[in-house]
């Protein structure tokens, strides 16, 4: 047995190369940016306390609330596309993957409709603006030049790309289902659809809350897509700009707007507080189901 | 191979014996049209990658016959662009970065597995909590880390915010590894006299699925990143390929075969290592976001 001082100092001293990374790297920088925009940093005198001032500007400025506001709506427009278009894709997918049906060629199927995922944004981006290119493409209309169509063209494209990963936490999730369970089912006399529908999908319903909100986390930190296809100030009229671009444009400056680190900041941590104020309903809410449950 | 392995295999078999009903017909003709939809666009750049600018624009459809069939874009992209330097770079961050998350991770979980006293479970909550953790948004703060430590465009500073941006998900990971380890094994090995770090180093192999998991996890949003390379290492030398393909897009926006040579290669390296690691990443990608 080992003594509880020895446990301690063991402890530490296994844990602390990984914790001092990462609380340095990534626990740190996300602190320091919450604090550094109550700051003016950038002034002649120093780092003087500014409370909301950056909030103020990020939130009445004519141009920079404006823009922000659009950010905002185009990011949850982003996020609900991937989700009510990604989500029942995914399930169709694994549902069929897992349906008995495939013998040795399930793992085939699922590795090949798995590769999107794995590709860079530039390949996407390039591949389907190449694909629905107006002048010899697919469609012989802009979608990616017109505002109306601009936003959602890049959200199915970002689709296009990660359907993989719903799909694959459904599938491990039908893998997971207890064989017992489905034959007691088809010896009741239930075919595929009713097995499928009535014992596997409560089974796996925990899943969607999960795949909700890692999209929700993944969209909100959504930018790669979007600067690959249209650059930092994306177009047409801001029409497909969302809050990473955003956000990026503010701390790192572009045609017509300055960069300024302490407004970045302020934008940073709204973005955050979007992300956490989601993130703390949702495990609000399972470890509520998760009591009733036990009661 | 196990004996639920082999079951499998068994059982499969049999279904590949069994006659072609309708149903099992609809559900391989749905699966394949959308392996069509997802590997169609990645073929298209392929087979264009290998033709004349003419060929392509004439045919963007058609397979290289003799006539069309050009390794010119090839050329082009080795000649103008910067390829070698730019593979060079991703390797390198790519391969320190799951080296530094694979060690450090399964340092720290076997710690938080091995010694239950009260912290081991609440640091267990941070790592976590990391998961969730957007990382880009402390980029101003690591912007000036990086210009005060002197890493400001160098690769270490790719190396160093990816490894942070791994540990979370990989140590939640090797935790649910680790807690699968029989404790009569450590237990005998530290009857012998074992120090930790030897005990560590005898339970290593029990964990080794979990390592080469954790191994794909971390390869692919590392290499495919772009955010930290167009902010922490942007110069011509330190640029990763998929920035360099980015820049290489916006630079040859004409030339068609070079372009889609250099899309070809910044994605096939990617794509082949899935293929082969896709069984760790898949069951690393279920295990480790099901918390």
Redesign the interface.
Request: glycine fraction near 4%.
């Given at each position: 047995m080992i003594s509880p001082a020895a446990a301690y100092r063991n402890l530490l001293l296994f844990v602390l190369p990984a914790l001092a990374v990462y609380l340095v790297f990534a626990v740190l920088p996300l602190a320091t940016s919450i604090v550094m925009s109550f700051f003016q940093t950038s002034g002649a005198s120093g780092d003087t306390f500014v409370g909301l001032a950056n909030y103020e500007r990020l939130f009445t400025h004519p141009t920079i609330s404006a823009r922000f506001w659009n950010a905002l709506l185009n990011n949850m427009q982003y996020f609900a596309i991937h989700l009510i278009v990604e989500v029942p894709m995914g399930l169709l997918l694994a549902a069929l993957l897992t349906s008995g049906k495939l013998a040795r060629s399930e793992g085939i199927y699922r590795t090949l409709l798995f590769i999107p995922a794995t590709l860079s944004v530039v390949i996407v981006g390039f591949v389907w603006r190449l694909i629905i290119n107006p002048l010899w493409g697919l469609v012989g209309f802009p979608l990616l030049g017109t505002e109306s169509t601009a936003l959602t063209t890049i959200s199915l494209m970002s689709v296009w790309q990660y359907f993989g990963i719903p799909m694959v936490f459904l599938y491990s999730a039908l893998l997971a289902v207890p064989n017992e369970l489905v034959e007691a089912a088809n010896i009741d006399g239930a075919g595929g659809w009713t097995t499928f529908w009535k014992i596997k999908f409560p089974l796996i319903a925990p899943q969607f809350g999960l795949i909700a909100i890692l999209t929700y986390i993944w969209t909100f930190n959504g930018f790669d897509l979007v600067f690959a296809l249209n650059g930092s100030a994306p177009g047409p009229n801001y029409s497909t700009d969302i809050l990473g671009t955003y956000f990026y444009r503010t701390f790192f400056g572009s045609s017509g707007q300055l960069a300024d680190l302490d407004l970045g900041a302020a934008v940073a941590t709204i973005i955050f507080l979007t992300v956490l104020l989601v993130t703390s309903v949702y495990f609000w809410l399972i470890q509520r189901r998760l009591k009733s449950y036990s009661v | 191979m196990s004996a639920p392995d082999l079951t499998m295999r068994v059982a499969?078999?049999r279904?590949?014996r069994?006659p072609w009903?309708l149903?099992?017909i609809i559900?391989?003709a749905?699966?394949i049209l959308?392996?069509l939809?997802?590997?169609g666009?990645?073929l298209?750049?392929i087979i264009n990658s290998l033709k004349t600018t003419p060929a392509i624009?004439g045919g963007?459809f058609d397979l290289p016959t003799a006539k069309t069939f050009s390794l010119e874009g090839y050329k082009r992209v080795f000649t103008r662009g910067n390829f070698i330097v730019n593979y060079r770079n991703s390797l390198i961050v790519t391969v320190t970065t799951i080296v530094?998350t694979v060690v450090?991770?399964t340092?720290?979980a076997?710690?938080?597995v091995?010694?239950?006293?009260r912290?081991?479970s609440l640091?267990a909550g941070?790592?976590v909590l990391?998961i969730?953790?957007?990382?880009?948004?402390?980029?101003?703060?690591?912007i000036q880390?990086m210009l005060a430590w002197k890493l400001m465009d160098t690769l270490a500073a790719l190396i160093?915010?990816y490894?942070?941006?791994s540990?979370?998900i990989a140590?939640t990971l090797m935790v649910t590894y680790f807690r699968t380890v029989p404790t009569d094994i450590k237990e005998a090995a530290r009857m012998d006299g074992a120090s930790?770090l030897r005990t560590?180093w005898i339970v290593l192999p029990l964990v080794r699925p979990g390592l080469a998991a954790v191994a794909a996890l971390t390869m692919?949003p590392v290499?495919?990143?772009?955010?930290f390379p167009?902010?922490l290492a942007p110069s011509r030398q330190n640029q990763t390929?998929?920035l360099g393909?980015?820049q290489f897009?916006g630079q040859f926006m004409n030339d068609y075969p070079a372009?889609l040579a250099a899309?070809t290669l910044?994605?096939v390296p990617?794509?082949l290592l899935?293929?082969l690691f896709?069984?760790q990443?898949?069951?690393g990608?279920?295990?480790g976001?099901?918390k």
């Open positions: - | 499969r078999r279904q590949d069994e009903t149903e099992r559900v391989h749905l699966l959308f392996v939809l997802a590997i666009p990645v298209i750049v624009f963007p530094l450090l991770s340092l720290a076997f710690a938080l091995e010694y239950r006293v912290v081991a640091l941070l790592f990391g969730m953790l957007p990382i880009r948004l402390g980029t101003i703060p690591l880390m160093l915010v490894t942070a941006m540990i979370p140590v930790e560590f692919l290499w495919n990143d772009l955010w167009l902010i390929v998929t393909v980015q897009v372009l899309l910044g994605a990617l794509v899935f293929t896709s069984r990443f898949i069951s990608l279920s295990k976001y099901s």
